[in-house]
Every structure is written in C-alpha cells, then in structure tokens.
C-alpha cells in the first residue's frame, strides 16, 4: 500500500517552455502533498506544501509564481515549472501523506520527475 | 548551525562489516525522527521510524538521544545491496520534514 506515482518520469525541455509534473496516490487519499527538489549532491529541499482545495504554502526563497502547484483532489496535485531555465534543472521530489491519530509525518515518495532545461 | 547535520561520508566498508552513522539536529522541540534510504538517482524510501528510545528492524537498529539531540542508525553485516545514501529525517513540530544531506555507503566484496 501506500504507491504514490510521478509523471513524467524525465523531462528535456527548452528554456522559456513551462512544464507539468502530475503526483498521484494511487491507493489511498492523501490530505496533503509536498514538492521536493533535489540538486546534485545536496539534500531534498522542500518547495511547498499542498492540502486538497486549499493554496499552497510555499518555503521561503520558493517563487510562487514560478512554480504553480494545484492539489485538486485527494489524490491528484501538479507542480508547474513556468517559464523554465536551466538553473532550474533538478529532481523534482512529490510526497503524500494521510491525517492518520493527528499524525501526518509518514510521506510516502514519488519516484521523482528529472527536468532538465536546456 | 544547520536543521539536521550528518557526516557525508563515504564510508567505505567490507561485507559482513558493521556500521554505525550519526546525525545530529538542532530544534530540541522535535517530535519524530526517521532514516530513510536514498539510492542514486531514484526517491528516498523509508528506512525505519525512531519514535522513542529507538528501534530495530533486522540488521538494522537506529537509536534517539534526545538530550544530546541526535539520533544514530547501525548496519549489523554489511551487503553489498547496502550500498546508498541514508538521509537522517526530523519532524520538527509541524507536518514537515527536514532532511539531511546524507551518507553515502559503499560497501564492497
């Protein structure tokens, strides 16, 4: 139990092109979702986090603008790269997670979307 | 002083060899705590959950330290499938969750 799925896997795509990535649960509801992004070498950082009908929180030094989440269903939330560039090559990481006894820190991972722009 | 620091490593160990990787955090107020395993190129996975005063799980046994505020895991024999980087996890007080950098093992024949 507990598969979330990322689509696509890989992505090659021009700068100035936007770009969708699909996180789906695909076994169970999940109440909130988290994007990731991990560099070469480095941690995962988290971008933001999304509840089902509700706006993302985004961290601090995330574009609001520049990265569109919409989580609108339980199961589904998108991350949109707008107007990409090649800085912004790098694995994008979604998690989902259930209110379990007021408990939502088991995130289950997506395999991860690899964007690279050129 | 970073969230969660970790030795990056590599820690290059023989099969059948034990291993043991620490990982330090800084919010005192944090609730949970994980490890989980991140092969090259793909998602990390959840390697276990550190909820009190540690747990096991086979080969593998993590320990909490809350006063010292760090938490540790070891690798009793070695494999080679153990090769990968494990990423210390905390929970600090909300749903979200700080990663560390990581700890690259390379275990060889």
């Known amino acids: 139990g507990a598969v979330v799925s990322q689509h696509p896997s890989w992505v090659i795509c021009k700068s100035g092109t936007s770009v969708k990535i699909e996180c789906r649960s695909l076994?169970?509801?999940?109440?909130?979702m988290f994007w990731y992004r991990q560099f070469p070498k480095q941690s995962l950082m988290l971008m933001a986090t999304?509840?089902?009908?509700?706006?993302?929180?985004?961290e601090q030094g995330v574009e609001k603008d520049k990265f569109l989440i919409n989580h609108a269903s339980l199961t589904l939330s998108t991350l949109t790269v707008t107007s990409a560039h090649p800085e912004d090559s790098s694995f994008y990481i979604c998690?989902?997670?259930?209110?379990?006894?007021?408990?939502?820190?088991?995130?289950?991972f997506g395999p991860g979307t690899r964007l690279t722009v050129l | 002083r970073k969230e969660v620091e970790q030795d990056p490593g590599p820690f290059n160990v023989p099969e059948g060899a034990t291993v043991a990787f620490n990982c330090t955090y800084s919010?005192?107020?944090?609730?949970?705590f994980f490890w989980y395993r991140q092969d090259c190129r793909k998602e990390p996975k959840l390697l276990m959950s550190?909820?009190?005063s540690g747990n096991e799980d086979g080969r593998f046994t993590a320990q909490l330290n809350r006063a010292s505020q760090y938490i540790s895991l070891l690798i009793r024999d070695s494999k080679l499938s153990d090769s990968a980087t494990y990423l210390c996890?905390?929970?600090?007080?909300?749903?979200?969750?700080?990663f560390g950098t990581g700890t690259r093992l390379q275990v060889f024949p």
């Open positions: 998690s989902a997670s259930w209110l379990s006894s007021g408990r939502t820190d088991t995130q289950y």
């Open positions: 919010n005192s107020a944090s609730q949970s």
């Open positions: 076994d169970f509801q999940a109440t909130t």
């Open positions: 996890v905390v929970n600090p007080y909300t749903d979200k969750l700080i």
């Open positions: 999304s509840n089902e009908g509700s706006k993302a929180t985004y």
């Open positions: 550190v909820y009190s």
